[in-house]
Nanobody, 123 residues
Framework: QVQLVESGGGSVQAGGSLRLSCAAS????????MGWFRQAPGKEREGVAA????????YYADSVKGRFTISRDNAKNTVYLQMNSLKPEDTATYYC????????????????WGQGTQVTVSS
């Protein structure tokens, strides 16, 4: 059974940092893409960052390039999202997802999802 468990959300002031973690189990980790997505109230879920776990190729939304970094620890089956220079518009529920995809930032392509973790950035 596939399970993705996120942690690390919280509240921070603008300009601050947070690191999210996603621990994966039940999948053949190195063959998957792992992605971070977010959804703010009243908005569609959007791709933030993704990583191809086999070779660590990364993908980022334009809105987070230069501020967020996705990484993975294959030994721990864990993916991280380091978020720096946070802005109020980054406020959302952040979800981890896993799948074998062709468009790494498209939510609909992912098969497995975590429960989400809230990130709130105040101005």
């Amino acid at each position: 059974q596939v399970q993705l468990v996120e942690s690390g959300g919280g509240s921070v002031q603008a300009g601050g940092s947070l690191r999210l973690s996603c621990a994966a189990s039940g999948i053949r980790y190195s063959y998957y893409f792992m992605g971070w997505f977010r959804q703010a109230p009243g908005k569609e879920r959007e791709g933030v960052a993704a990583i191809r776990t086999g070779d660590a190729t990364t993908y980022y939304a334009d809105s987070v390039k230069g501020r967020f970094t996705i990484s993975r620890d294959n030994a721990k089956n864990t993916v991280y999202l380091q978020m720096n220079s946070l802005k109020p518009e980054d406020t959302a529920t952040y979800y981890c997802a896993a799948g074998i995809v062709t468009m790494p930032l498209r939510p609909a392509q992912y098969n497995y999802w975590g429960q989400g973790t809230q990130v709130t950035v105040s101005s």
